[in-house]
């Protein structure tokens, strides 16, 4: 059977929508978002009229006519731990969203835009694995400071449809393979993927893994309280440059890599000791995962670093990672709107019935 699906994206800095008819793209946008215009708004939640706008225009512009849907499928945003899977909206994950209790990021949007949407264009209103899908090992989880756990917030849409595709690609079923993928965006999170599952994790959003266009990585923990304890920060700006003031965007002024890239060839040695410590730091961290995917028990090698997410299009960062990493594993570049194909066939899926729908319980 096939089906009229609508897919909305809202990450850190874009909303992407894709209408699917019949399994195809029919409609697809990538609305840019400054860092001036989301500046403007005092919290992500205040940000819903114009992503709501945002969306709608994008359909005005299309030939969407009177198509009915039968879902819409948000990002789905920061709620309680959870495997992966297809979710129903209901009210219990809207109001986790709307009060932020598990944190605060655009695609907390997601759930609430998809809920509106089908509420005027019809279809079951639906999230698909989302950011705090959780499947690390026990081994993963505890930290040098037994009060301190490490818990799984990432790319999950993404990384699961790279690794899919990348999986296709070489020939390999997913579920049977190793991975390590890395999503390069406005946010970066790399995860070791074990036969399906994500055993291991740079958590995106509470400071682990590489810099990334707009946010710090992993910091120096003595460094960091240093500059608290000089006054240089309190915590909420602290907080503030770590998830959206700190990488490029500190080093360089900007969060868009292309401008990085056209500096570079402009001849500025600055940006290009950036770019290389940029590129450096997510070599590091995607090998740090090796030891979760080969054991003595498991000794076989990772089938692939799949690389993806915006900057998987710059092709001077893929050069230079695949010119640290591929002497150690094939390199499988996936582009294109996987994380909208991924919530499209997800939720096809789930209407016919081949995976389960399963109840958010918070
Ligand atoms: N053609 C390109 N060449 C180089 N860099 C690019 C290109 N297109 C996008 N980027 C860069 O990719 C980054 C944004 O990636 P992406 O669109 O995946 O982010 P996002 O969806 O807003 O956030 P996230 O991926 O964390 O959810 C920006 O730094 C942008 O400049
Ligand atoms: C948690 C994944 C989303 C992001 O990094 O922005």
């Given at each position: 059977?096939?089906?009229?699906?609508?897919?909305?994206?809202?990450?850190?800095t874009?909303?992407?929508?894709?209408?699917?008819?019949?399994?195809?793209?029919?409609?697809?946008?990538?609305?840019q978002?400054?860092?001036?215009?989301?500046?403007?708004?005092?919290?992500?939640?205040?940000?819903?009229?114009?992503?709501?706008?945002?969306?709608?225009?994008?359909?005005?512009?299309?030939?969407?006519?009177?198509?009915?849907?039968?879902?819409?499928?948000?990002?789905?945003?920061?709620?309680?731990?959870?495997?992966?899977?297809?979710?129903?909206?209901?009210?219990?994950?809207?109001?986790?969203?709307?009060?932020?209790?598990?944190?605060?990021?655009?695609?907390?949007?997601?759930?609430?835009?998809?809920?509106?949407?089908?509420?005027?264009?019809?279809?079951?209103?639906?999230?698909?694995?989302?950011?705090?899908?959780?499947?690390?090992?026990?081994?993963?989880?505890?930290?040098?400071?037994?009060?301190?756990?490490?818990?799984?917030?990432?790319?999950?849409?993404?990384?699961?449809?790279?690794?899919?595709?990348?999986?296709?690609?070489?020939?390999?079923?997913?579920?049977?393979?190793?991975?390590?993928?890395?999503?390069l965006g406005g946010?970066i999170?790399?995860?070791?993927?074990?036969?399906?599952?994500?055993?291991?994790?740079?958590?995106?959003?509470?400071?682990?893994?590489?810099m990334t266009p707009e946010?710090?990585?992993?910091?120096?923990?003595?460094?960091?309280?240093?500059?608290?304890?000089?006054?240089?920060?309190?915590?909420?700006?602290?907080?503030?440059?770590?998830?959206?003031?700190?990488g490029i965007l500190?080093h360089l002024g900007t969060n868009d890599f292309r401008v990085v890239e056209s500096r570079i060839r402009e001849g500025d040695r600055h940006a290009q000791d950036v770019f290389h410590a940029f590129a450096y730091n997510i070599?590091?961290?995607?090998?740090?995962?090796?030891?979760?995917?080969?054991?003595?028990?498991?000794?076989?090698?990772?089938?692939?670093?799949?690389i993806?997410g915006g900057l998987a299009k710059s092709t001077v960062l893929v050069a230079e990672l695949a010119a640290?990493?591929?002497?150690?594993?094939?390199?499988?570049t996936?582009l294109?709107?996987?994380?909208?194909?991924?919530?499209?066939?997800?939720?096809?899926?789930?209407?016919?019935?081949?995976?389960?729908?399963?109840?958010?319980?918070?």
């Amino acid at each position: 059977m096939q089906h009229a699906i609508l897919t909305i994206n809202p990450g850190s800095t874009s909303t992407k929508v894709v209408l699917f008819q019949d399994g195809k793209p029919i409609l697809s946008r990538d609305e840019q978002h400054p860092k001036m215009q989301l500046a403007a708004f005092a919290d992500v939640w205040s940000q819903y009229a114009m992503r709501l706008d945002t969306v709608l225009k994008a359909l005005a512009e299309s030939a969407f006519g009177d198509l009915r849907l039968d879902a819409v499928v948000g990002r789905g945003g920061l709620l309680a731990p959870l495997p992966g899977g297809v979710y129903d909206i209901n009210e219990q994950m809207i109001d986790d969203l709307r009060n932020q209790r598990y944190g605060e990021h655009p695609c907390n949007l997601g759930a609430p835009l998809a809920l509106e949407l089908a509420s005027r264009f019809g279809g079951r209103a639906l999230v698909v694995d989302p950011v705090v899908t959780d499947e690390l090992s026990a081994e993963a989880r505890p930290t040098g400071l037994p009060q301190v756990h490490r818990r799984s917030a990432f790319h999950a849409l993404s990384q699961r449809g790279a690794a899919r595709e990348a999986a296709r690609r070489r020939g390999l079923k997913y579920e049977a393979g190793k991975f390590i993928v890395a999503h390069l965006g406005g946010g970066i999170s790399i995860g070791a993927h074990l036969r399906g599952r994500v055993v291991e994790v740079t958590n995106a959003l509470d400071g682990e893994g590489p810099m990334t266009p707009e946010r710090t990585g992993a910091l120096p923990v003595m460094e960091v309280l240093r500059l608290l304890e000089n006054g240089d920060y309190d915590v909420p700006g602290l907080r503030r440059a770590v998830l959206r003031g700190g990488g490029i965007l500190a080093h360089l002024g900007t969060n868009d890599f292309r401008v990085v890239e056209s500096r570079i060839r402009e001849g500025d040695r600055h940006a290009q000791d950036v770019f290389h410590a940029f590129a450096y730091n997510i070599a590091r961290h995607a090998t740090s995962l090796l030891p979760a995917l080969i054991t003595s028990t498991d000794p076989l090698p990772v089938d692939a670093l799949v690389i993806t997410g915006g900057l998987a299009k710059s092709t001077v960062l893929v050069a230079e990672l695949a010119a640290r990493l591929s002497p150690i594993m094939p390199i499988e570049t996936i582009l294109g709107m996987t994380e909208a194909h991924v919530m499209a066939s997800s939720a096809s899926d789930a209407l016919q019935g081949t995976i389960q729908i399963q109840v958010y319980q918070g």
